[in-house]
């Protein structure tokens, strides 16, 4: 989520909701008290993030939402019973670095929302996207057979074909 455009409910004077994915481990945001305090940050695109790591000292009691809309405007018990939004709650506190696994999960907005009063506040989020894999194929130039590696599927654009003396594109 590094320089992803984060926002949040309230900001205390000097810690902007940005510092959640400034990647500098040693800066932070931090809302006022307030009940369900939220800070959110758009991915940009929709992505299948194998994990998050958050880190935090103290803050306790709170939720992780995924989803592919904009959540800032929703009610916490909202999210909560939305079977569309991919949700972790943490129910103690938060006092290191923790990864949340999100394997098979697509998403574009991530909301680390309270489920009470407090201060909202991490060093840093970050989304674990795995690396696109893609299958490397070949062509048989006798035959003109393609082969692709068992186990491994995709897309092959051609950009011209001939068939029988004649081209294609």
Do not use: C, H
């Amino acid at each position: 989520a590094l320089g992803k455009t984060a926002t949040m409910s309230s900001t205390w004077p000097g810690y902007p909701a940005s510092s959640g994915v400034d990647g500098n481990a040693s800066t932070y945001y931090l809302t006022q008290l307030q009940t369900n305090a939220w800070w959110q940050v758009d991915l940009g695109a929709t992505v299948a993030p194998s994990k998050l790591t958050l880190s935090a000292l103290g803050m306790s009691n709170f939720t992780v939402f995924g989803s592919n809309s904009d959540m800032s405007a929703r009610s916490y018990t909202d999210l909560l019973n939305d079977p569309a939004v991919w949700k972790n709650t943490t129910p103690g506190g938060l006092n290191a670095t923790i990864d949340i696994d999100t394997a098979g999960q697509n998403f574009r907005y991530v909301k680390v929302q309270l489920a009470g009063t407090g201060y909202n506040y991490l060093y840093e989020l970050q989304v674990v996207v795995p690396p696109a894999t893609s299958a490397v194929a070949s062509v048989d130039a006798g035959s003109g057979k393609i082969s692709v590696p068992k186990g491994q599927s995709g897309t092959m654009r051609l950009g011209a074909v001939s068939l029988a003396g004649a081209d294609y594109t």
